[in-house]
């Protein structure tokens, strides 16, 4: 299964909490993407709201995928692809790593299990960790909504190797310590969560995620990319 947002009001909300957080032990964020139609702007994860910005991967920029990490003090650290994003009408996988350090070229991003890496930019004195929520399928201009469909999307408070991303693009991953969020977006396994919440976080955080606006349910990527 997967989550389809209608790129002008849909999007899920994962509440802050510490764990969520960039710190210096790094950070990796993977999803599943079918983009319904080309935009200028795209927000695919972001924790980055106006005065508590933390970090933010979509497409942007001409557009090409772009990751920031927010500082306090100093420049943004960020990271552009060198590739035109993706295309519309096709499943991707899309990520990336970030390795806890003060400057831009620490981020790598990722599409289908290819390094994508293009300029890089910033340095910070400090990683700022802004509380602000997650927002799956918005810009952190907040006017910019994501047109397509979104599964299996999980967070980790490390980096991962490039040997990892490959050998796990095609299935789901299964939560393990450094696992602080995992919504694989599955409809019936998630009406199962406690509380009956919209989007299931299987990790032991208990991260769950809430639809706003409704974004419904949809088929997901092929099946053997959701076998184990």
């Not at 994003?85 to 990520?95: K, L, R």
Request: include cysteine; hydrophobic fraction near 35%; aromatic fraction near 10%.
């Amino acid at each position: 299964m997967a989550v389809d947002f209608n790129g002008t009001s849909d999007k899920i909300t994962v509440v802050d909490a510490a764990e969520l957080r960039s710190t210096s032990s790094g950070l990796s964020v993977f999803f599943w993407v079918y983009k319904d139609a080309n935009e200028s702007f795209s927000g695919y994860v972001q924790k980055w709201r106006p005065g508590n910005a933390d970090w933010f991967i979509g497409e942007h920029v001409t557009p090409k995928f772009y990751v920031s990490i927010a500082a306090n003090g100093g420049v943004n650290a960020n990271r552009v692809s060198n590739a035109t994003g993706i295309s519309a009408g096709a499943w991707h996988y899309v990520g990336f790593t970030y390795d806890g350090g003060l400057i831009g070229s620490g981020i790598h991003v990722y599409v289908d299990g290819v390094n994508v890496d293009g300029t890089s930019g910033g340095s910070m004195t400090a990683i700022k960790a802004g509380v602000s929520d997650i927002d799956i399928g918005q810009d952190p201009d907040d006017n910019n909504y994501y047109d397509g469909k979104m599964s299996n999307i999980f967070i980790l408070n490390r980096e991962m190797t490039v040997a990892e991303i490959r050998s796990t693009m095609y299935r789901r991953w299964i939560p393990e310590s450094s696992t602080v969020l995992c919504l694989n977006l599955d409809e019936g396994a998630d009406n199962l969560a406690p509380g009956g919440v919209d989007c299931a976080d299987i990790s032991s955080y208990g991260n769950h995620g809430t639809f706003v606006s409704g974004p419904t349910w949809t088929d997901g990527p092929p099946i053997k990319i959701l076998h184990e």
